[in-house]
């Protein structure tokens, strides 16, 4: 059996679509979830899901107590989906390669501090990129310039608004990010 941990921040889209794509696989689990933000629609939906969700303070997730919790777990992959705080050191060295997240565009444009959710695709349109898409990567010390795993990329059409672009990009993630991480899982 391996087991996930998913990290999120928000609405939690990527979490249930995780979710529902191994729930009929019974090598792989989702053994909880953090949440840094009381206020996240994410945390709804892991207790409709059934999976214990733990709402982190930033003093907790600062502690290498912390990764003790996640290593007693025998986690063997984090991922973040939508989480927002930068990963510290100790988590870093505690599940090396072993931390991947999903970026909403094609790195390395479009990525660092303050890109994230609608800033990325309203940045992206305003530059009028002929593409956008997804990057999968892993996590290290600064934000979203790990190695990237894996990039899919989509149009931009005539008239793309942020929203519009938003709603592509959502559908690429569904699509390819439960598929990376099984195929993370098998190495
Ligand atoms: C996704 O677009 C992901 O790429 C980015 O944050 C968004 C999370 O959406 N890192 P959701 O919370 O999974 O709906």
Redesign the pocket.
């Known amino acids: 059996m391996k087991r996930l941990s998913v990290f999120?921040?928000?609405?939690?889209?990527?979490?249930?679509?995780i979710a529902e794509y191994f729930a009929e696989n019974p090598e792989v689990e989702i053994a909880n979830v953090i949440c840094n933000n009381p206020n996240?629609?994410?945390i709804e939906r892991a207790k409709n899901l059934g999976i214990p969700c733990k709402i982190i303070s930033r003093a907790e997730f600062k502690s290498e107590d912390f990764s003790k919790e996640l290593l007693d777990q025998n986690i063997d992959l984090i991922v973040?989906?939508?989480?927002?705080w930068l990963v510290p050191q100790h988590l870093i060295e505690a599940f090396p390669n072993k931390i991947i997240?999903?970026?909403?565009a094609l790195l390395p444009k479009y990525g660092g501090k303050g890109f994230?959710?609608e800033h990325?695709h309203e940045a992206v349109v305003a530059a009028k990129e002929e593409y956008s898409g997804?990057t999968i990567h892993y996590v290290n010390e600064c934000y979203d310039s790990g190695a990237i795993i894996f990039q899919a990329k989509v149009a931009l059409e005539e008239g793309e608004t942020a929203d519009s672009l938003?709603a592509k990009?959502?559908k690429l993630?569904y699509q390819h990010y439960p598929e990376v991480i099984e195929e993370l899982l098998k190495k």
Request: no cysteine; glycine share 16%; hydrophobic share 45%.
């Open positions: 999120v921040s928000g609405g939690g889209t990527n979490l249930q679509r996240a629609y994410a973040l989906a939508g989480f927002l997240n999903i970026h909403p994230y959710g990325v997804i938003a990009i959502h993630e």
